[in-house]
C-alpha cells in the first residue's frame, strides 16, 4: 500500500498569511494526488485533483504543486472560511489511501 | 445540483450485519464510478469500497474483502454497501462519494461529491 505522510500535523495562522501544507508518498504517483478541506461535523470536499487542477468553485488562493512523492497546498492568503482540516489522497493504485491530515487553526 | 444521501447505518453487535444505501440525483448516475469511503478518529479516512458505472468491475479494501459488498442498482440510482460478520474496527462514519469524471467502466478515485455521511457503530 502506498503511505501518504502530511506535514505538519497541525498549524496556527492569521487571516492574511500564506500557508503551505506537505504531502510525501512512499512511492512515485506521478501527479494522482488529491486535495480536500474538511469543517467539523461536514464532508470532505475536494479542492485540487491530479496535483494542481483546481476544482470547478475552489477559490484561485488555493494551489497545489508537485509531483512524483512530494507535493504541496498552499493557500496564499488565509481567510477565515479556511480553518479545517486538509486531506491529501493517492488515485495512483488502489488501495487509494489518505494523509492523516492537516488542521489549521486560527493563532 | 448533485445530490448524495446515506441511509442504514445504526447501532449493530459485532458479527451482526448492516446495509447502507445511497441515493443519488442531479446526474447521470449511470455514467460514474461510485465509491464507500470511512472514517473514524483514530484512523483517519479510509477507502472502502469502489464501483464503475456499470456494475462491472468493483474494488475492495484488504480490510473489510469477502465482509462486505458494494452494488448499484442504476434503475433507483442508488448505491450499496452490505456489510457483514461486522467488527468493532468497523465503526466510522460512512461516506459515499461520486467520481470527478464519467466513464461507465472506470474507476478513478476521484472522490466529488462526498454525501453527508451514515454513522455505523459496532458495539455490544
Redo the contacts between chains.
Sequence with gaps: DIQMTQSPSSLSASVGDRVTITCRASQSISNYL?W?QQKPG?????LI?TASSL?SGVPSRFSGTGSGTDFTLTISSLQPEDFATY?C?Q?YS????????TKVEIK | EVQLLESGGGLVQPGGSLRLSCAASGFTFSTYAMSWVRQTPGKGLEWVSSISGSGGSTYYADSVKGRFTISRDNSKNTLYLQMNSLRAEDTAVYYCAKDLFQGAAAIRGWFDPWGQGTLVTVSS
Excluded: D
Design positions: 488529491n480536500f461536514k464532508a470532505p470536499k475536494l485533483y476544482q486531506y489522497q488515485s488502489t488501495p487509494w489511501t489518505f494523509g492523516q491530515g
